[in-house]
């Protein structure tokens, strides 16, 4: 009996610390080397290499980069909790949770350099917006973000995309059609550092 009582305990014991306690959900080696298609190439550095990497995370996993990525994500050092509330962020998570699994996006050379000569004259010019001076205009999704300094929070801010009402950053990111990327990151005048991504 004394037995049988110490085995309920011991299992109740270990319900309570595992509810205490959930097991958090860690991205595999694999998993990141999947997502990770710019990792080698030499036209990127490694902010826009992180950036490929997220909204590929998000593309190809997208029930786990909500458990991993969104659940908690608040903001960044510099604007703290900015999406702490925000209706977008949980409209994201209902989104990536009933979203089916999307391919990578592979980066592409000339989209980059691209994206490369717009975040510069916009960084210049303290500007905001798709509107170009000098740098040509393709026919490509493009994706400007600005005051983020990590390619994680660069995808975050496009994905999320608070206070956006077309979401058009996020249906850009998330589109199933497209299959290349190029991305361009650069200090900028008016907001620290701005990124364009060029995606088809």
């Given at each position: 009996m004394?037995?049988?009582f110490l085995k309920t305990m011991c299992v109740w014991l270990?319900?309570?610390?595992i509810q205490a306690n959930p097991v958090v959900p860690t991205w595999t080696?694999?998993?990141l080397k999947a997502a990770n298609t710019a990792k080698d190439v030499a036209f990127l550095d490694s902010i826009e290499k992180d950036v490929v990497l997220y909204i590929n995370l998000a593309r190809m996993y997208p029930k786990k980069f909500m458990e991993i990525e969104v659940k908690d994500y608040t903001g960044t050092d510099e604007y703290v909790d900015y999406v702490k509330n925000s209706t977008y962020k949980t409209s994201l998570m209902k989104q990536l949770k009933n979203m089916k699994a999307l391919p990578a996006l592979m980066p592409d050379d000339k989209m980059s350099s691209n994206a490369d000569c717009f975040a510069l004259e916009s960084g210049k010019a303290g500007a905001t917006g798709h509107q170009r001076k000098k740098c040509p205009k393709m026919n490509w999704a493009e994706c400007c973000s600005y005051g983020m300094r990590t390619g994680r929070d660069v995808a975050m801010q496009l994905l999320i995309d608070d206070k956006v009402a077309s979401l058009g950053h996020r249906t850009i990111c998330l589109d199933p059609t497209y299959s290349q990327i190029g991305v361009g990151f650069a200090p900028h005048k008016k907001w620290d550092?701005?990124?364009v991504?060029?995606?088809i």
């Amino acid at each position: 009996m004394m037995k049988l009582f110490l085995k309920t305990m011991c299992v109740w014991l270990c319900i309570g610390w595992i509810q205490a306690n959930p097991v958090v959900p860690t991205w595999t080696e694999a998993e990141l080397k999947a997502a990770n298609t710019a990792k080698d190439v030499a036209f990127l550095d490694s902010i826009e290499k992180d950036v490929v990497l997220y909204i590929n995370l998000a593309r190809m996993y997208p029930k786990k980069f909500m458990e991993i990525e969104v659940k908690d994500y608040t903001g960044t050092d510099e604007y703290v909790d900015y999406v702490k509330n925000s209706t977008y962020k949980t409209s994201l998570m209902k989104q990536l949770k009933n979203m089916k699994a999307l391919p990578a996006l592979m980066p592409d050379d000339k989209m980059s350099s691209n994206a490369d000569c717009f975040a510069l004259e916009s960084g210049k010019a303290g500007a905001t917006g798709h509107q170009r001076k000098k740098c040509p205009k393709m026919n490509w999704a493009e994706c400007c973000s600005y005051g983020m300094r990590t390619g994680r929070d660069v995808a975050m801010q496009l994905l999320i995309d608070d206070k956006v009402a077309s979401l058009g950053h996020r249906t850009i990111c998330l589109d199933p059609t497209y299959s290349q990327i190029g991305v361009g990151f650069a200090p900028h005048k008016k907001w620290d550092y701005c990124c364009v991504l060029e995606v088809i």
